[in-house]
């Protein structure tokens, strides 16, 4: 019913950009529509637990962890049903799998129902 597929992920060296894209697919069967839902980046380090990087509610408001203000800058595009991830100034500590999550919901993982299958970002110094 929903898939999310992210891309734009790969190796880097520290100090680099990347940008990180998410595109939804969202059968009229879900009930669910990308414009309405809030959406969120994650990111999962080996051994670590999964930690919120930002999101963006339905109205468009944003937040972000507070050690990656400034350095991440998370958007969405609701006609392409797609959300974007512009990562900058990227160090090791930042090497992860990253995933996009929809649709806000008390019974879902980390409150969101749907997830992606996750991109890995790897930065080396």
């Known amino acids: 019913q929903v898939q999310l597929t992210e891309s734009g992920g790969g190796p880097l060296q520290a100090g680099g950009p990347l940008k990180l894209s998410c595109a939804a697919a969202?059968?009229?069967?879900?009930?669910?529509?990308?414009?309405?839902?809030?959406v969120g980046w994650y990111r999962q380090a080996p051994g670590k637990e999964r930690e919120l990087v930002s999101s963006?509610?339905?109205?468009?408001?944003?937040t972000y962890t507070d050690s990656l203000k400034g350095r991440f800058t998370t958007s969405r595009d609701n006609a392409k049903a797609t959300l974007y991830l512009q990562m900058n100034s990227l160090k090791t500590e930042d090497t992860a799998v990253y995933y996009c999550?929809?649709?806000?919901?008390?019974?879902?993982?980390?409150?969101?129902?749907?997830w992606g299958q996750g991109t890995q970002v790897t930065v080396s110094s």
């Open positions: 999550a929809t649709c806000r919901s008390s019974g879902g993982y980390l409150g969101y129902r749907y």
């Open positions: 969202l059968a009229p069967s879900s009930g669910s529509k990308f414009a309405n839902c809030g």
């Open positions: 963006i509610s339905y109205d468009g408001t944003t």
